[in-house]
């Protein structure tokens, strides 16, 4: 430990290498990230060949050894700040300051943001959160990053960093941030016991260059406001790392980690995702789409063979003494399946639905037809605005909502008045070849749910399923007519966009 940072009163996260990245494997695992044994074996020797004198080139080491998808690395990110930290313990140098030194802090942080330099905005999230991030009482204290950016406010930076570059002041020479961001008192050293020492001298010159530019002739106004934008965010960032290192060290790495690391976008639970998790969604859409494209087309290269014709087996045998050699098969020439999907668009359950309409849109090359029907009351079809619409479900959701009839004279959900309405005018889209999939909690608002118009869907249908985001713990309470539902129709959980991909493989006809 570095003469920068003093003792931590709890417990590093595991005693020594192995323990360490054992359980940073099974944090990993616990946010749904699939490693196995050889995987781990590989991450050790990743970590035997590279050594530990540098903790990026092992970060990169550890995330190919054992990371299959970009998605998953934001989760990998969060988890390897917990399991292999930059630093231990607090600060030294953030001790004899006080949060009244906010103004002459916001100097320092201003002038690392227009240089750019990275080794500086470490240092300053660290002495963030030591001044400004700390609650409670001695012996029962912690460290919050919302307070810490709350009380700081670096967002607030923006107009500031760009006049002073357009003035060719402070913050737009480029060279100052190193200088500037030295006095964050003391250096880190790397917290599992590397050599690398990250001292007073570390950052010194490390804004000569990288800010070098920002306000200068060939970068326009907005292009310079977007990345400092990215560089505030990004030093937001630091600082809920450093604040659950800080709190890790108290409380427990393994707590940390299954409590304060945002989930992977595939795990987002539909229900409660915020704006940011749905646009991060977003970008599921197309590589899960083809991924499942893919599986579909395997299966239906697998039912193509068809089963064994027993009779024409053995009487192809009889030429090789009753030994079954050539087996003869029954062909199966699967014709592509259509699709229904009759969407409730109602509150919350809106973002689950239109991520899955925008989903099997993308999939539309699989099936010979897709229609897709979108009701809060009453029903009306979609299928044009899903095909023509972004790649946006919340854009979906607000098109849907201004230019179909989805309601009546209330604009509550009724499942009961939609799937009636739907058995009375678009019941012919249902056929023999159909699969029909219902998207919805089945809570009826009260209303009557009825039963009779789904058995009549039921009837026509090849297959029906309802994909239900609630958990099955709450299937019945309330206003809940998912029970009702259940017994007429295989009905299925699906919370997150990684059950949705499951689901879809497994329940679609091929």
């Known amino acids: 430990m570095s003469a920068g940072a003093r003792g931590a009163s709890g417990t590093t996260p595991a005693s020594t290498l192995p323990d360490r990245l054992t359980a940073f494997v099974r944090a990993l695992r616990g946010h749904g990230i699939r490693i196995g044994p050889g995987e781990t074996v590989d991450a050790a020797a990743v970590l035997e060949v590279l050594g530990l004198t540098d903790r990026e080139r092992i970060r990169e080491g550890l995330a190919a050894a054992l990371l299959r ?65 700390r609650y409670g009482s001695p012996g029962s204290d912690g460290w919050s990053a919302h307070q810490t950016l709350d009380r700081l406010r670096p967002q607030t930076l923006l107009a500031r960093i760009l006049a002073d570059a357009r003035a060719g002041g402070p913050g737009g020479s480029g060279g100052g941030a190193g200088e500037s961001g030295g006095g964050a008192g003391g250096g880190f050293r790397m917290g599992f016991g590397g050599g690398l020492d990250l001292g007073s001298g570390a950052g010194a010159g490390a804004g000569g260059g990288s800010g070098a530019g920002l306000g200068a002739g060939g970068f326009t106004e907005r292009l310079d406001a977007d990345e400092i934008r990215r560089r505030i965010e990004d030093f937001r ?23 304060g690391i945002a989930p992977s976008a595939d795990q987002v639970d539909f229900l409660v995702a915020s704006r940011e998790q749905l646009v991060e969604l977003r970008r599921t859409v197309q590589p899960l789409a083809r991924k499942l494209a893919t599986r579909l087309a395997a299966r239906r290269r697998r039912a193509a063979r068809g089963q064994i014709d027993i009779r024409r087996t053995l009487r192809r045998s009889l030429s090789t003494g009753g030994v079954p050699l050539r087996p003869a098969y029954r062909r199966h020439r699967p014709a592509r399946p259509e699709i229904v999907l009759l969407c409730d668009v109602s509150g919350s359950v809106a973002g689950f639905a239109n991520f899955t309409m925008l989903l099997v849109q993308a999939m539309r090359d699989q099936f010979s037809k897709v229609r897709v029907y979108a009701f809060v009351n009453r029903v009306d079809e979609v299928t044009g605005l899903v095909t023509t619409g972004q790649a946006d479900p919340a854009e979906l959701g607000r098109r849907i909502a201004t230019e179909a009839a989805i309601t009546g004279w209330h604009g509550s959900s009724d499942y009961g008045a939609a799937l009636g309405e739907f058995v009375e005018r678009h019941l012919d889209a249902v056929g023999p070849r159909t699969s029909v999939i219902v998207l919805g909690d089945a809570r009826t608002n009260g209303f009557d749910p009825n039963a009779e118009a789904l058995r009549r869907i039921v009837a026509r249908a090849r297959r029906v399923h309802w994909l239900n985001p609630e958990t099955p713990s709450t299937w019945g309470i309330g206003d809940s007519a998912a029970p009702v539902y259940a017994e007429i129709v295989d009905m299925h959980t699906c919370r997150n966009a990684r059950r949705l991909g499951e689901l879809v493989t497994r329940l679609l006809p091929v």
């Open 69 to 133: 998808a970009d998605r998953q690395r934001a989760v990998f990110d969060a988890a390897f700040e917990l399991y292999f930290p930059l630093g231990v313990g607090e600060l030294a140098g953030a001790r004899g300051a006080s949060a009244g030194d906010r103004d002459e802090f916001r100097e320092r942080l201003a002038a690392a943001l227009a240089a750019n330099d990275t080794a500086a905005l470490t240092r300053l999230a660290a002495e963030a959160v030591e001044l400004f991030g």
């Open 237 to 259: 960032d630091r600082v809920r790392t450093e604040a659950r290192r800080r709190v890790a060290e108290r409380r427990g790495a393994e707590m940390i980690a299954e409590r």
